[in-house]
């Protein structure tokens, strides 16, 4: 991708080359696929003139991903063995395809038991050798336009192109580049639809989107790997889990280990909360079965795993302790000292707290080898990452087990060292801090999040407050706020002397979670709560502010990112996290940053450093959390970047 359109073009026309001499064969070809066939293995396979597929294999053509499209004929083939429409789906989603919907869409042409996979992909050869199958017009079919009249053609390509734009939206090229190649050469022979696939590839593979993409994926690979090495170390087997306190957050945490096979006791000492916990698992379960990716059956069972109590019978024989009560130093402190006198001497004890120093948590601990951190997101079930943080005097073995217990969980482990924060709130509330300012400053939160929404984040900082939570996040400002007070000890003082949003929080606008933030909640139709503008926000906090004076969307963009970019350079030279790979990995899959900029880091190698710094040095009167870091300053005099 670094190369020239030469080198790209010698590189894919190789692959090409061989692909079309397996379609020109003097006898016929046919696959067995058994395993996972994705991009160009998939694409190999279409060159074939028959596909033979296990029940247990999955199928597809997933560049568009990248930031790319098919470069040795998916985009070519696909159409004409399972047509437009079918083939626009497949490659603009980019999905892995199950046996029975690769049949179904033509895309393989026949599927089988495993054991028989091999005796039935011969058993076709012969049938083809012997005439019984005619692979010459198969051959002809792949090689030549597609059949559609030119009616049926455009109704599809003007659908197509309209619900794949909708989909995408403008920030993802790939998936209307791949509508627009597959339109173009509909008409063609397969040789001159190669060049137009060639063309388009070639011209997205230079986009910062597909840098971006492709560097997520590698960035994947490698926490997923540094992860694994982590796992292999493990002594410790977990077989059964407690999740210490229930409600929302407990229950999610049960229900993750439950639908991973472990049972798990769900312990608080409120029925309510208990209920709640058990009323969240048994919806999350209810879903599944409503989409029919699981039976009541199998939901039932499930959801027997989860044991709620209120006292700590059969603790003692639990391996792992998640404690999830609520955000504060003392009660989390007693709760989990309680707790390690009931455990076994091997057992595991982790705190699920978002922003609290696992060392001083562990100061009352008899055992603190054998505690460390394990921060879940919220959704539990929805959201990838699981920060593991280790304390000062947690074991190696402790982390080997908690990160191969959340590989069990499927979830995303990253090891982060203890600083107030971690590393994703850490993060995250400088640009929350930056937020405030610029609300003092006269800017409509609206605006704001209108702005921060279309740069690519899922949802604006005033709406992220309100899901969140407002008083779970003023909860986190003294960690924050007292943690870096070189940094941050006059974010609230001078001219910036209220956080609005800690003024909504004093007010009893807690956000989503009793319907006033922010915005105005009420529950649409399928129970969701759907947000509305509520103009008193704007009498309440206006005694506070400046009078309003809207801010451009690149000084607002400036003003949320500047903090975040500079806090996370904190934590890579500190040694908060270890590489710039796992702190991106950490940001998009813990706070939602915008996978097709690639993470921090990577958006601020797109920039440039040099120019990033001048930006924030625009910024420096806003104080010390718009100054970068004097490393920061040495490498984009030197024209280095994070990723070499």
Known sequence: FNGTDDDRRAFLSSGNQAFNKIESMPFPTVVAINGFALGGGFEVCLACDFRVMSSKAQVGVPETKLGIIPGWGGTVRLPRLMGFDNAVRWITTGGHNKAAAALRDGAVDAVVNPDVLRDEALDMLVRAAEGQLDYSSRREQKQSPLTLNEIELEMSIHTCRDMVAAKAGPNYPAPVAAVEVLAKASNMSRDDAL???FQAFSKLSQTPQCRALVGMFLND?????????????STKAVN???????????????YQNAIKGFPVLMKDINTDSLALGMSEANKLLAKRVDRGRMSPLDAGNVLSRIMPSLSYDGIENTDIVIEAVVENAKIKGI?????????????????NTST???????????????????HFFNPVHAMPLVEVIRGSKTSEGTLAAVVAHA???????????DCPGFLVNRVLFPAVFGFDMMIIDGADFQQVDRVMEAWGWPMGPAYL???????????CFPSILEGYPERMSDIYGGDYKVSPTKLLFENDRLGQKNGVGYYLYEKDKRGKPKKSVDDSV???????????QPLSDEDIIARFMIPMCIELAHCLEEGVVDSPAEADMSVVYGLGFPAFRGGIFRWMDEVGLDKFCDMADNYSELGKLYKPTQRMYEMAANGESYYA
């Open 335 to 351: 709760v989990l000292a309680e707790v390690e006198g009931k455990l076994a001497e091997d057992a595991i004890l982790v705190s």
């Open 538 to 548: 704007y009498a309440l906090i206006k005694p506070h502010v400046r009078e309003s």
């Open 240 to 254: 059964h889990a407690t999740a210490l306190g229930a409600g929302i957050m407990g229950g999610g945490i049960a």
């Open 221 to 233: 690979q490698y926490i997923g790997s540094v992860a694994k090495k982590y796992g292999k170390k």
């Open 195 to 197: 060049e137009v696939e």
């Open 356 to 374: 609290i120093s696992i060392d001083q948590l562990a100061d009352n601990l008899k055992r603190p080898e054998n505690f460390c951190g394990m």
């Open 407 to 417: 590989l069990a969980l499927g979830k995303k482990p990253i090891v982060v060292n």
């Open 465 to 475: 407050m309100d899901v969140v939570g407002i008083d779970t996040a003023v909860h």
